[in-house]
Nanobody, 122 residues
Framework: QVPLVESGGGLVQAGGSLRLSCLTP????????MGWYRQAPGKQRELVAG???????RYSDSVKGRFTISKDNAKNTLYLQMNSLKPEDAAVYYC????????????????WGQGTQVTVSS
């Protein structure tokens, strides 16, 4: 299991912004695809955004145009910039490593962070 450490969650008003971070071990950061998932109470965990090893980006339709996934190789950190947040974006957000986002379908990897809570007030 690869240790992934998320941070950046919190409470924000609708329309506001947050940036999530996921610190990843240097050894694997440039070698694996990474993604962000979220899980709201009573719902299944779902993909928010993914980035393949070659840089191909994938977003769920619900966040396209509002969220941006990116990597900082110097800091071994994955980011999720979330703008124009809506109450329906509220969930626990998880960082994931080792998946695949390069094809027509996607799959998460076996490595998950502990999750960070995002709460959006209306």
């Amino acid at each position: 299991q690869v240790p992934l450490v998320e941070s950046g969650g919190g409470l924000v008003q609708a329309g506001g912004s947050l940036r999530l971070s996921c610190l990843t071990p240097r050894l694997i950061f440039s070698r694996v695809a990474m993604g962000w998932y979220r899980q709201a109470p009573g719902k299944q965990r779902e993909l928010v955004a993914g980035i393949s090893r070659s840089g191909t980006l994938r977003y769920s339709d619900s966040v396209k145009g509002r969220f941006t996934i990116s990597k900082d190789n110097a800091k071994n950190t994955l980011y999720l910039q979330m703008n124009s947040l809506k109450p329906e974006d509220a969930a626990v957000y998880y960082c994931n490593a080792g998946g695949d986002y390069s094809g027509s379908d996607f799959r998460p990897g076996p490595n998950w962070g502990q999750g960070t809570q995002v709460t959006v007030s209306s």
